[in-house]
């Protein structure tokens, strides 16, 4: 601190507030260079970043190889299964897979904990089955390597590190006395040490942001992707990232100004960093648990069961199928379902389908809206534990969120309805006896699953709490640095 | 002797006074007590689960019997179709009739999640291939199961050694820059023994609040009775251990003589290293080296063979029609030859599947297993969730005695649906039960103490020396 370069500050400081605030930042980044840990750390960051990037890509591509392989796979066993009724092909059923978003490479989000397979069968809408941390073992609960869990946790530590003895170690020697009575002002000392640690932070996220870049433009499939959404969503993560870092580069220079020495500024912001990025994500989803309770799988089962009741499925005997079939009777003049012009079990499929459609959209509706009010509980102490804001933040523009996957499952359901309609209409038209089959051209007909993933707007429509709690952070970190600064003492 | 209990006690003194040790202690007694008090609400849940489970089992089975003796006693309105009718042991075993399997918390289960949450306590075998029923998961919002619960487990590997830390960073460096060290060294009689006492006076602090916290904590919301089992010693020990080893690196780290800004930055960076990187490197190491195989390949494989074995039956049966044109065909039996038919396809060709992907899950383990000695964070996690119940090796055991009671399940009702015999009130009464392990687990805890101890012990020899060099 004490080869600060005076010189300049004394010559101009009552004058340009741009003339303190550039030498001050050039002094810091001239420190930081010559800190030889602090640059390791930039580098062990750095190769870090590099690193989960790369067992990013190749988790990604192997993933993605996976998939449309089983899709491929899959698609062979419908098209090929022989001549059977239509309503035991609708049984047999098809699977969609989930396709991996390319920026999960940086984030993978919430993708391990929700199956990337849906049985799209008759009569039921069945949850994405095979989650893969049910393999990752002990190891995965404790973290994986990722570019956002480096940028998450380790990034703002270092963050800290840089920053923490900003105007606590300039007073403790001596320095911060000469400075201010030259006539700096605090504000101007703050910005330009602020100036510095945010190149800083831009250093810490230029690794990843450029790896992501490269990696996106070589590895994503233009047909199943727009690489310019990929971009645009690249680009907002970024953003979120930078204002996150941001919100520590105040945060660290506010705790500086205001202790009373550096050892009790590092301490004060070794607990936060802690309180943040291990604390507070538990005790948010201990209580959004606890707040918007979801129902046990057995709980959800049985209330779809109930109301699926009221409807007649097979049951030839439940009093709403024959209230059905006296009205279809009635519809076509006729007395006997014999004498119908059409097959009747295909009309009765399709309206049992129809009754069931919307009991599953009324229980699945609600379990996601009770997961969104939890994510929202969560998100909701974004401003003071920003990790709680950013989390959600960069996973929904990652395309790895619970919301892209209820996306997803939407999609895999309304396939799985036009197969449903699809093999009624059929039988409502062709089958005249129980020995009905239909071949490989109706198989054919009937569409492979084909989704494609929303673009960037449905990211951001999803994420007006996160973007809320990050701006709110920065702006009180800011708020918080500029108050210390104003209390500003030599010793 | 008496000077390491001379310094003992005039650290302790001391301690005593500090604001923030109080401070520090308390809020780590608060979270290891928050954390049990979550944990007894989960072990709660687990148990409602279960509950629940077995619960609809008795009315499912229940109703099948009341429904056969009607049939029995003709006096059901119209024949049930194969797949309700509960004489038909090809259908009933398949879902109707299924059994629950589950798996009863241990005494110490509060203790920790591990891989309670991924893997539901209760699974209901039924006679079709695992793919079917074995990978049903229990209703979670994904971004919970991500961040994780409060459990003890987590206060221990991440909360507990911070405090740690933070007593003992600065021993030596402390006393050198506030200019103590040197009365210290000079007034005591024998100066290594006296800043060995007080060492130990910053160690015992939150390795003491914290077995007294865990003891009081467990035997507040599980039971006293819980604090005598095996478990109990084991999860002491593991805390124990992990505290030492932070301790002696905090040591070993201000016996280099630096400044205490120093040791806050190398402890900070060590804490990262051995509590974030190394388990998140060690799991993508693992993983890149052998990634886990992809469960759809099973569902594929099931549904391929299920597709083969209803071919199959179409050619058998259109060449028998061919063969006995004049005999009157049983739709009924034959719905039932061609389930059992496409079942057992899919069983065997599922089995096969699922010993390949053990076998690669397997591999990957043992590379995880091997590189997880880097971090003693990671072999404590591990040994908490196996001293609760929650960690792989019991899930392990639990996935082989669900194989196992699959065969017998099979065996039961195939027999009977093979040979054409209507299951009978008798076969209900003696249908095969899951047999359920004990509620305590034995963790297996050489990995976990060899882990900890070894650098625990170099540490320590380490931290002796700068101890011996220490100067005013």
Known sequence: MSDMALAPVAQVAPTRRTHVIRPVAAKEFLEMRRDRRLLALFAFAALLTLASLGFGAAENARLTRERAAAAEADRLLWTSQGAKNPHAAAHFGQYAFKPTSPLSLADPGVDPYVGSAVWLEAHKQNEAQFRAARDGGIAARLGGLSAAFILQTVAPLIVLLAGFASFSGERESGTLKQLLSLGARPRDLLAGKAVALLGASAALLAPAAIGAAVAVATMTDANRFSLADQFLRLAAMTAGYAVYLAGFVFLALGVSALAKSSRAALVTLLAFWLVNSFLAPRLATDVARGLAPTPTAQEFRAAIAKDKAKSFGHDETHPAFIAFRDEVLKKYGVKDVKDLPVSFRGLSLRKDDENGYAIFDRHFGALQGAYERQDALRASAGFLFPLLALRPFSMAFAGSDSRAQFDFAAAAEAHRRDIQNEVSDNIIHFQRDESYVAGTELWKRIAAFSYRAPAVGFAASGSGEAIAGLIGWLALTVAFALFAIRRLRPL | ?472
């Open chain 2, 1 to 472: 002797m008496s000077a390491f209990l001379a310094g003992l006690r005039f650290e302790a003194l001391s301690l005593k006074r500090e604001r923030a040790v109080w401070l520090a202690l308390g809020a780590l007694v608060a979270a290891i007590l928050f954390s049990l008090h979550t944990g007894a609400a989960r072990v709660e849940t687990q148990k409602s689960l279960v509950a629940a489970a077995r619960a609809e089992e008795a009315q499912r089975i229940e109703g099948l019997k009341k429904t056969l003796a009607k049939l029995e006693a003709g006096d059901a309105k119209d024949e049930p179709p194969p797949y309700r009718d509960p004489r038909n042991a090809a259908f009933m075993g398949g879902g109707p009739a299924a059994r629950v399997a589950a798996l009863a918390p241990t005494p110490l289960a509060l203790a920790a999640v591990g891989q309670s949450d991924l893997f539901p306590p209760v699974v209901k075998v039924t006679t079709a291939s695992k793919d079917s029923f074995l990978y049903a998961d229990e209703i979670e919002n994904p971004a919970n199961l991500m961040s994780g619960s409060t459990d003890l487990a987590f206060v221990i590997v991440f909360v507990y050694p911070l405090v740690l830390l933070a007593l003992t960073f600065n021993l030596l460096a402390g006393e050198r820059e506030q200019g103590t060290l040197a009365m210290t060294l000079a007034s005591a009689r024998n100066p290594r023994a006296t800043l060995a006492g007080k060492l130990a006076a910053r160690v015992l602090a939150p390795i003491g609040a914290t077995l007294l916290a865990a003891a009081l904590g467990i035997a507040a919301f599980a039971g006293a009775s819980a604090l005598a089992s095996p478990s109990f010693i084991a999860l002491a020990t593991i805390i124990l251990l992990y505290g030492l080893f932070w301790a002696a690196l905090a040591c070993a780290v201000d016996g280099l003589g630096k400044s205490s800004s120093f040791n806050a930055l190398t402890l900070i960076c060590a804490f990262v290293v051995v509590t974030m990187l190394a388990p998140a490197g060690i799991n993508s190491l693992a993983g890149y080296a052998h990634p886990a195989p992809s469960r759809i390949d099973m569902v594929l494989a099931a549904r391929a063979a299920s597709t083969d074995a209803d071919k199959a039956r179409d050619a058998a049966l259109a060449r028998y029609t061919d063969e006995h044109s004049h005999e009157k065909r049983d739709r009924a039996r034959e719905g039932t030859l061609r389930r059992l038919a496409t079942q057992e396809a899919a069983f065997q060709r599922v089995e096969g599947v699922i010993a390949q992907h053990d076998a690669q899950l397997d591999r990957q383990r043992a590379v995880a297993d091997r590189l997880s000695f880097v971090s003693p964070a990671l072999l404590t996690y591990r040994a908490l969730a196996d001293v609760a119940g929650a960690g792989e090796a019991r899930y392990r055991g639990f996935l082989d005695r669900i194989a196992a009671f699959h065969v017998e399940w099979r065996d039961f009702f195939l027999s009977r649906a093979k040979a054409g015999t209507a299951m009978t009130a008798a076969d209900y009464g003696a249908l095969p039960r899951f047999a359920e392990q004990g509620e305590q687990t034995s963790a297996d805890m050489a990995a976990p103490l060899a882990g900890a101890l070894i650098p625990t012990v170099l540490l320590a020899i380490f931290a002796a020396r700068g101890l011996r060099r220490v100067r005013p």
